[in-house]
């Protein structure tokens, strides 16, 4: 494991303070890669090479973002997502050296925010954990300043105040990026949504290449709050169905 340019205090990032990136990957000359790329941006970044280690380091460091790869020694990035997560949340970019959506949504489902299949460019990752940081602001803004009322579509109930989701009553848990997938198109409830739409408005991504993050995280969404709320417009994007008036 590699530490750079900051000391162990224990505490996440402050406002105008530089980020925190973990990035946990065993493979030398990715994880060289990505570092020095994320330090170029600006970002201090802390590296760990196995599961153990990456744990260990995400509750010394508080780190602000993750770039943790599916595939590690000790125990593998889902594992190490779910334990940090139970820890504190923290937003995760995830790795996978397989174009499998099995993996993609798993990760998806235990506490991952976006994911990138490998290879990837590192102009494409830089650009993703700016987003993911972004999102997490616009997220802390939010609860400072909230919307008053709460959104109901049938069963469906949306509090923004709270960033909760409730379907029938009971609170479904939706990670940052699933809710504000959600409140994209609850905006405009029954309109056809684009992936590019979305990708842009959700992700602050503009690039066509990411559109199957979309598909991925609906897949997720619908797992969660119901399969029958999201229609699927073949060649076009989504809608979020609403009961009729």
């Known amino acids: 494991m590699e530490q750079t340019h900051t000391s162990h205090n224990g505490l996440a990032a402050t406002p105008g303070a530089q980020r925190r990136v973990l990035v946990v990957e065993d493979d030398a000359t990715i994880v060289d890669a990505i570092a020095a790329r994320l330090r170029a941006e600006g970002f201090q970044v802390q590296t760990a090479a196995d599961g153990p280690a990456a744990v260990d380091a995400a509750e010394a460091w508080q780190p602000d973002l993750m770039v943790l790869d599916i595939m590690l020694p000790g125990f593998d990035g889902l594992e190490v997502c779910r334990r940090v997560q139970?820890?504190?949340?923290v937003p995760v970019l995830m790795l996978t050296a397989r174009d499998d959506e099995t993996?993609?949504?798993?990760?998806?489902?235990?506490?991952?925010?976006?994911?990138?299949?490998?290879?990837?460019?590192?102009?494409?990752?830089?650009?993703?954990?700016?987003?993911?940081?972004?999102r997490v602001e616009r997220a802390t803004l939010a609860a400072s300043t909230p919307r008053s009322g709460i959104l109901r579509l049938g069963e469906l109930e949306i509090d923004h105040a709270q960033r909760r989701v409730r379907v029938r009553g009971d609170d479904v848990h939706l990670t940052p990026t699933e809710f504000d997938l959600l409140v994209c198109l609850a905006n405009t409830p029954r309109a056809v949504l684009s992936r590019e739409q979305l990708l842009a408005e959700v992700w602050d991504w503009a690039d066509a290449s990411g559109t199957r993050t979309v598909d991925s995280h609906i897949k997720a969404l619908r797992r969660k709050i119901g399969a029958e709320r999201i229609r699927t417009v073949h060649g076009v994007g989504y809608a979020l169905e609403t009961p009729p008036a």
């Open 86 to 89: 139970a820890q504190r949340p």
């Open 103 to 134: 993996d993609m949504l798993v990760g998806l489902g235990v506490g991952a925010d976006d994911y990138m299949t490998k290879p990837f460019s590192m102009r494409e990752l830089a650009a993703r954990v700016h987003v993911l940081l972004r």
